[in-house]
T-cell receptor, first 109, second 114 residues
Framework: TQLLEQSPQFLSIQEGENLTVYCNSS?????LQWYRQEPGEGPVLLVT?????EVKKLKRLTFQFGDARKDSSLHITAAQPGDTGLYLC?????????FGTGTSLTVIP | DAGVIQSPRHEVTEMGQEVTLRCKPI?????LFWYRQTMMRGLELLIY????????DSGMPEDRFSAKMPNASFSTLKIQPSEPRDSAVYFC????????????FGDGTRLSIL
């Protein structure tokens, strides 16, 4: 059983569309991170959120941490082919760090 | 500035052989992590070091796996003997902040055990 469940598992959309992916848990996290991984490469850290309700923006990407610090969402506006990749959430509970199951996003030109 | 460097990038070997994966963390980083990634299980932490000392090795599958960090700039992950179920992508990551969160990942070693 995974501590962090991500949905959807796979997502294929047309260039220019908006999308949201989710990261859910029954545990409370002291911090939560989002990474993007491209084929043949390691994950790259995009953002860290630490406060319940916190919203961070990175260009067309908007990250939100749930009020109870148990979940998070990533919204992409006007998706581009360069957004294609595996999106991983990860979080810290105590001194343990866990990765989610991932959402594989494909943006079709 | 060089990132985390892993070698080899690809390894194909027969079961029963010894496999050694290598990692050079980012200079100045004091935490180093070894992860394994498969389609079925995603990213799994195998072991991490703080200041060259193993902190959490609970993810190491069994005695066939061992990891060392003889100095701040080098680590190895060894599998002996290797088995087909060890086939995966193995990532090394490092962090400046210490603790259990990896900040920078290498590009991985794709390991295939035949």
């Amino acid at each position: 059983t995974q501590l962090l469940e991500q949905s959807p598992q796979f997502l294929s959309i047309q260039e220019g569309e908006n999308l949201t992916v989710y990261c859910n848990s029954s545990s409370v996290f002291s911090s939560l991170q989002w990474y993007r991984q491209e084929p043949g490469e390691g994950p790259v850290l995009l953002v860290t959120v630490v406060t319940g309700g916190e919203v961070k923006k990175l260009k067309r990407l908007t990250f939100q941490f749930g009020d109870a610090r148990k979940d998070s969402s990533l919204h992409i506006t006007a998706a581009q082919p360069g957004d294609t990749g595996l999106y991983l959430c990860a979080g810290q509970v105590g001194n343990q760090f866990y990765f989610g199951t991932g959402t594989s996003l494909t943006v079709i030109p | 500035d060089a990132g985390v460097i892993q070698s080899p990038r690809h390894e194909v070997t027969e079961m029963g052989q010894e496999v050694t994966l290598r990692c050079k963390p980012i200079s100045g980083h004091n935490s180093l992590f070894w992860y394994r990634q498969t389609m079925m299980r995603g990213l799994e932490l195998l072991i991490y070091f703080n200041n060259n000392v193993p902190i959490d090795d609970s993810g190491m599958p069994e005695d066939r796996f061992s990891a060392k960090m003889p100095n701040a700039s080098f680590s190895t992950l060894k599998i002996q003997p290797s088995e087909p179920r060890d086939s995966a992508v193995y990532f090394c990551a490092s962090s400046l902040t210490g603790g259990s969160q990896p900040q920078h990942f290498g590009d991985g070693t794709r390991l295939s055990i035949l």
